[in-house]
């Protein structure tokens, strides 16, 4: 026990949970804090908008697997990091964010809120724990004032128990027999892998069954580099803006094994046609999650990296080949050969899948990418192969534009050693380019590869496709200069106008100790394709003409 | 699509911010409340929760394991309701035109078991204690009379032992 404010018992704790960097902006509720913060071995990095701060601590945490901090003062402070807490909540990223408040006297109770100041180091240790076990997510902690300030004994517990709070199951092994047996029943089974499988890490386990049985992994957007997408059996992603290959196989299927998905539309288009003739064996840490969109026939909850290294071992038992010689393999083969070939791609030098596959050829494999919202990112979902699983990162619950690019910062706090790139579009640029200051001010360079069409490009070629070319507030002009832009927060500004150009502006970017943005003029008219349109199945995608 | 009823029993942490917390995980998911009832339980760190919905099947199963997975919850059950003891209070002001009304008012909550209090002579007000049937039931029957007022309470519901 020792006497100590409650600031510095929430310093101390935080020094507890392994927490060395922490993102914020201080304000009148949260000086206390600070002033601990000041003293402790805590780095503060500085934004200049508090939902950027979010977006780190949040990019943070997907990266390095420990929720990501953000420091932030009561009311508008607390308001503008909701955007942060709902996109983290949403795509089950790790992440505390800790909001000064005004003094108890002058606030109604709330419960999460620790009303005296001795109740803060187990406030701290609950909600690191509910945020990074089970399925991950956002947790405030809401401190008011002056229990920032009173002094108490202090208790730093080891462990906590949260008695409504039971986030492992361990997965029920005759689950996984039978959803063995049904995978070897089938006549054309698929892996649909989802975000829960890089979450969990789940990767050697994944590629072993894959390769065992070989079958034909296809992923969700936000599982896109659970499985190398260079792999011979990787099909890449299914939804929206899902390689052709990878939707017309799916339809095909009669059987799935999805691990770590909850099915949202964007991937499988609408549900009743989804389940249509195909049994569905769904891997998930979260049982809330099973049945809740699609019909399931097997159900393993559990952690999926447990419950893929069961399987595996229970195969290696059964001691069972699988020869690659079979019937559905060499279909697989032929349709996905068919489509990386005769896929129609925008035909100008700065079409979107020559910039990213040119990306992808000077991108060293282990560096770690984001993406914002909008065209670009269902181009780099199309053309930007992800080698290395578990590289590749964007908003996809929510789909939150400017996500990317704090995100990419935070990325690079925790992973300093590997280049770090933001695939981002203007659109969502603008909404937290002001975070070139920490970036250049914080030594945390980070490419910006901007696919600049001058327009909220998603939303224009939806108004090109569905509402008769009736263009409204999509139009962003040239405005601003992004190469000024870059340069006027004292970061690199490359504007690249041919392939060639942008190889040298990415090896620039690679090379500089400050933030580089690649201003990257493309098509304005160019859409993504191929498109499934909202509320069709994935069998009426739209393809390039 | 079959609806069906149901009866969720909650046990939660007594603390502000819980009913909240529930209630609005009924709204984000688009499900209605027909009726709740909350009070604290023999343990004061715990309260009951009784709520009843409708749904399907799908829905229903859905709700229970989102409220599950809330950290405030400690145990949800789907009770049931033939293996459950479920009641409600509900107090009427029914409207009395003339005497002999009042008679067969009184008749009537004796056939009911319910109690009358406040008996004047404009109206009078009628308390139940029964199942959502009943009260219906009741319901019906008096609102020839003029019903000036309900205020329902919400199921409270207990599995019976051994069931």
């Given at each position: 026990m020792e006497i100590m404010s409650g600031s510095k018992a929430l310093m101390k704790a935080l020094e507890k949970e392994g927490v060395k960097e922490v993102f914020g902006l201080p304000g009148g509720a949260n000086l206390p804090m600070y002033d601990e913060l000041y003293k402790s071995n805590i780095r503060h990095i500085l934004v200049r908008h508090e939902q950027s701060a979010a977006h780190m601590a949040d990019g943070f945490g997907r990266v390095s697997r420990k929720a990501g901090v953000c420091f932030a003062t009561s009311g508008p402070g607390a308001t503008n990091i909701i955007t942060g807490l709902a996109t983290a909540q949403a795509d089950s990223a790790p992440m505390i964010a800790v909001t000064g408040q005004v003094p108890v006297k002058m606030i109604g109770r709330d419960a999460f809120q620790p009303r005296e100041a001795n109740e803060i180091p187990e406030v701290v240790k609950k909600g690191f724990y509910i945020a990074e076990t089970g399925r991950p997510g956002a947790v405030l902690i809401d401190i008011p004032k002056d229990v920032q300030q009173n002094e108490a004994e202090m208790n730093f517990p080891d462990e906590v128990r949260i008695r409504g709070y039971h986030p492992w199951a361990d997965a029920d092994v005759s689950e996984i027999d039978r959803a063995i047996d049904l995978l070897l029943s089938a006549q054309r089974p698929i892996i649909l892998a989802g975000g829960g499988v890089i979450i969990s890490t789940a990767f050697s386990?994944?590629?072993?069954?894959?390769?065992?049985?070989?079958?034909?992994?296809?992923?969700?957007?936000?599982?896109?580099?659970?499985?190398?997408?260079?792999?011979?059996?990787?099909?890449?992603?299914?939804?929206?803006?899902?390689?052709?290959?990878?939707?017309?196989?799916?339809?095909?299927?009669?059987?799935?094994?999805?691990?770590?998905?909850?099915?949202?539309?964007?991937?499988?288009g609408t549900f009743e046609e989804f389940e249509k003739n195909l049994k569905i064996i769904h891997m998930d840490v979260d049982p809330a999650e099973i049945g809740k969109n699609q019909t399931t026939h097997v159900a393993v909850v559990g952690d999926v990296k447990a419950s893929l290294r069961i399987m595996v071992k229970l195969l290696i038992k059964r001691a069972l080949k699988k020869s690659d010689d079979n019937v559905w393999l060499k279909h697989v083969n032929e349709v996905r050969d068919y489509w990386r070939q005769n896929l129609k791609i925008h035909p100008g030098e700065m079409g979107a899948a020559k910039i990213l596959r040119k990306l992808r050829e000077v991108l060293p494999k282990e560096a770690i990418v984001t993406t914002e919202v909008g065209q670009h990112q269902m181009w780099a979902s199309l053309f930007f192969d992800v080698i290395q699983p578990g590289t590749f990162f964007s908003s996809t619950g929510l789909g939150t534009m400017g996500w990317g690019f704090p995100a990419a910062i935070g990325a690079k706090t925790a992973r300093p050693d590997v280049p770090v790139v933001d695939i981002a579009g203007d659109g969502s640029f603008n909404m937290t380019e002001n975070s070139l200051a920490t970036s250049v001010l914080e030594n945390l360079p980070v490419i910006v590869f901007l696919v600049n069409n001058y327009s909220l490009g998603m939303v224009a070629q939806w108004q090109r496709t569905f509402y008769d070319r009736r263009m409204i507030g999509v139009d962003q002009k040239n405005c601003p200069d992004y190469v000024k832009l870059a340069e006027s927060y004292g970061a690199q500004g490359i504007r690249a106008q041919s392939l060639d150009e942008l190889g040298k502006a990415i090896k620039a970017g690679l090379k500089s100790d400050v933030a580089t943005v690649i201003d990257i003029p493309i098509d304005p008219e160019e859409d993504v394709l191929p498109f499934v349109a909202p509320g069709t199945p994935l069998k009426d995608m739209i393809l390039p003409s | 699509m079959i609806v069906m009823w149901a009866i969720l029993s909650i046990l939660v942490e007594n603390k502000p911010g819980v009913l909240f917390k529930v209630t609005n995980l009924f709204r984000a998911r688009n499900f209605n409340i027909d009726s709740i009832s909350v009070g604290v339980t023999e343990n004061p760190e715990f309260s009951r929760m009784t709520i009843t919905t409708y749904g399907d099947e799908k829905q229903i199963q859905q709700i229970v394991k989102q409220l599950d997975k809330m950290i405030d919850t400690i145990e949800v059950?789907?009770?049931?309701?033939?293996?459950?003891?479920?009641?409600?209070?509900?107090?009427?002001?029914?409207?009395?035109?003339?005497?002999?009304?009042?008679?067969?008012?009184?008749?009537?909550?004796?056939?009911?078991?319910?109690?009358?209090?406040?008996?004047?002579?404009?109206?009078?007000?009628?308390?139940?204690?029964?199942t959502p049937d009943q009260i219906s039931a009741f319901e019906e029957l008096v609102k020839p009379f003029g019903i000036l007022e309900i205020a329902r309470t919400g199921i409270a519901a207990l599995q019976r032992t051994g069931a």
């Open positions: 386990e994944l590629q072993s069954l894959a390769e065992m049985l070989m079958i034909p992994v296809v992923t969700t957007f936000k599982g896109k580099g659970a499985f190398p997408e260079n792999h011979a059996l990787s099909l890449g992603p299914i939804g929206m803006h899902g390689h052709a290959e990878a939707n017309k196989l799916m339809v095909e299927a009669d059987c799935v094994l999805a691990i770590g998905t909850r099915f949202s539309d964007r991937s499988v | 059950k789907r009770l049931d309701e033939h293996k459950t003891v479920y009641r409600e209070v509900v107090l009427f002001k029914i409207k009395v035109s003339k005497a002999a009304n009042s008679m067969e008012i009184n008749k009537l909550a004796n056939a009911y078991g319910a109690k009358v209090h406040d008996a004047k002579k404009e109206s009078i007000m009628v308390e139940l204690t029964a």
